[in-house]
């Protein structure tokens, strides 16, 4: 639903003080911003042209020693001089001993089972648009396995007998010998962001937004297996996609998704075999489509002419609306964005230049426009899109700011080829209450305060 107006409020929203702001606070932080901005942005707008800083700015943040030079320069380090290391002897390379703070977190505030089910991508130290295997998100509902390929197998079948003409099974290797396809897609749970519905203020971009993650996934169009198995279509306008984990995850996929040929059968991620916790040897890959419609581990498509409200589409990732009734078949991840940098645990060391970059996605189709603000949404510039832009992928988005050190609310706000405009929390609430846990796509804030402390805020 595209919500372009900020509808009247449903009710009074039960607020966590710690990471709401009122709209006499965000008039509190623009009175103590204007003190000095204008001189100093028309002063500093000269050393920032086209999204650079100019060398003169670069020089003063970091000025050349008068007198005895840089030691890191003037002393060769070992490094320099001496004989490296060979290749990496355990045949599969590894980061930089320096970039170890660079991982997957748990949250310690979600349930857990015998283990860890969530794991949240470092959406803040990350370049681009593509997510690293090693960094890829997690969500498991019966914890992961490591499966012999060798014993896996993808059984195809109908309801009945009028669905499929021929019921198939293939083995690892019939699949790997079909031709195949490479996509860039985007893949989010559908409770990434959900901690926001009930005000919590999580404190960072990857606790916040971190359960998406985009990856380069490589396999056999469904549409062709199906084909080769005899579907009718026209009987047959849903397909189960069911899992080979302790779950027996099964999720109800519209035929025409199929139809399209986007809809993989995938093995291969970032130009490997999928990790295990990425579902290996085999899972779906439903571009646009929350994440758990992406089955892992996947053993087996039914053909059928219904949905078949599985225990996981009928009792769970269902929303309660305010009217009492569930919100279900909520499949699609609708247009959003998050400036990632800066963002919530980061701190500006000094006011001056900045790259202000963020993520952008939707389950409809290419980004189209991506729209900064650093006031809390009273003025908007349009961010530069880097490419490339594709479709049901993340999107990379930048735009040159200089900071005053004064304090700062930066958000951003995407719109998708539909016209879909990402909505701000006050419309997406007006709409679905306050009772949501999935597709939460409102606008995100981040406080930057004069100490250059980043928080996060919601605006009410």
Known sequence: MNVTEPPSPAGRLLKAPENFISKDGVRTVFSQAKAGRRDFIRNALAAAVAGTASTATLSQANPVPAEGGDPHILNLPAHTTGLGQGVATDGY????QFEKNVQRRQSPGLTQTTQSSVSFAPLQSLFGIVTPSGLHFERHHQGWWDIDPSKHRLMLNGSDERMLKRPMVFTMDELMRLPSVSRFHFIECGANTGMEWGNVAVPTCQYSHGMI???EFTGVPLKLLLDMAGVDVKRGRFVLAEGADGSSMTRTIPMEMVESGE?????????EMLRPENGYPLRLVVPGVQGVSWVKYLRRIEVGDMPYASKDEAIHYIDLMPDGRHRQY???QECKSVITTP?????LLDKGFYQITGLAWSGRGKVRKVDVSVDGGRNWKPAQLQGPVMDKCLTRFTLPWVWDGKPALLQSRAVDETGYVQPTYRQ???VRGTRSIYHNHSVQTWLVQDSG????????
């Open 453 to 460: 402390e980043v928080k996060n805020v919601q605006l009410s």
């Open 263 to 271: 809809v993989l059968v995938a093995y291969g991620q970032n130009g």
């Open 330 to 332: 909520s499949s699609i």
């Open 343 to 347: 963002s919530g645990g980061q701190v």
């Open 213 to 215: 993650s985009c990856s």
């Open 93 to 96: 390379g590894a980061p930089s």
């Open 428 to 430: 997406l609430r007006a």
